[in-house]
Structures are given as C-alpha cells and as structure tokens.
C-alpha cells in the first residue's frame, strides 16, 4: 500500500469524526503533525504506543484497528506469538492510560472542591449576614446604604486578596491615560492624559482581568 492510501485513509477517519484537517486533528490528539507524517507514510512501527492511544481515541477506532490498518508488516503464523505479547502489551497500556485520566479527574474534582470551600469560608460573612440586611432594606427604604456596604466590601476584598486579585485604581481616582489598563467610555484621550476611574479594573499579578472604565477629564 502506497503513501496516497495512507493518507486518504486517515483523511476519511477524520471526516467521520468531523476533523477538517492535519493541523486540526494534531490539536485535538496532542500530537505532532511529524507523528502524522509517519503515519501517513506507512511507518507506524516507529510512532510510540501512547501517540498511537492518543490518535486511536481521538478517530473514535480501536487501537487494533487502527494498528492493522496502517501497518506495513504482513503477520506470518510464526510471529503470532510476538503479535499477541504486543497485544497484550498495549491493552496494558491502554488500561494505564484510563487509570491516569480517572486520577487526573479525581484530582480535578478534589482542587475544585476545595477551592469552593477556602472561598465560601471568606464569604461567610457575607452569606450570613447579606440575606438579613437585603430584607431591612426592602422593610425599611429609609436605611442608609453606607451601612450595608462594609457587609459586602469586606468579604470581597478578602476573596481577591487571597486570589492575589488588585484593583487597578479606586473609582474616582484621576490618572494619566493607559490605554493596556484603561478603556475609555466617552470621547477620547492620548496616552499620558489625565482621566478619571468611573468603573475600576482587576490585575492578578501581572495578568490583566478587566481594564478600567475611565472618562476624560
């Protein structure tokens, strides 16, 4: 079987599991198109077992399948043998590879987890008391808002401080003109003129969350 064969053999794989092209289904696997190129070439015996899962999970074709249908190596009765130590070698393998993608899951669900819990405990504050203060509110429209702001400043301001999350400048604050860290709201403004914060913006460390919305002044 020639190179073309191949080729157009992968390429059909690819159409019934919707991948337009090489370069797509290099992503999608986690390969590299040189891994492709020997497939598409016919040298399947030089690609490594896991490239090979990688592939036969992303084509949705088991890897048997797709072993036998881009080999080159006709299988003599005498080799029957080797061939089913292989095989037995690669369900192995493929058993390994489940098992490490039900830890990595698990480890997944774990950090999650604990994530919520570490934040819930700095909101707890907040979800406490925030449930009694909405309904003085509604029961009394009289009440000053100064006095149910600290309930949610204070806890956010804990949140962001331990997701290492700054806020790029306080509303009102009047500064020169960035436009990496400031988008304008009205008019327009040369960097290095001084404007004015109206909403303000998120860092967390040096990566950029949301940029502030500034006005001229």
Known sequence: MNNINFTQKLQYLMQQVGISSFKALSRAAGVSERQLLRLRQGK????????????????????????????????????????QELLEEIVDLRKEY???????????????????????????SLL?????????????????????????????????????VE????VGAELPYDPHLHQLMEGTAQPGETVKVRYTGYLQGEKLLYRAKVSPV
């Open 44 to 83: 399947l015996e030089q690609m490594r077992i896991d490239v090979l899962l990688k592939l036969s999970s992303v084509l949705q074709m088991p890897l048997n399948e797709l072993i036998a249908n881009f080999s080159t190596i006709e299988l003599l009765p005498e080799k029957a043998a080797p061939t």
């Open 98 to 124: 489940q098992r490490s993608q039900q830890q990595i899951e698990q480890q997944r669900e774990i950090l999650l987890q604990e994530l919520q819990q570490s934040s819930l405990q700095l909101l707890e």
């Open 128 to 164: 406490l008391q925030w449930p009694t203060a909405a309904q003085k509110a509604q029961e009394n429209p009289q009440l000053a808002a100064v006095k149910i702001v600290p309930l949610v400043q204070k806890p956010l301001e804990k949140l962001l401080q331990a997701w290492g």
């Open 167 to 170: 806020a790029i400048a306080l």
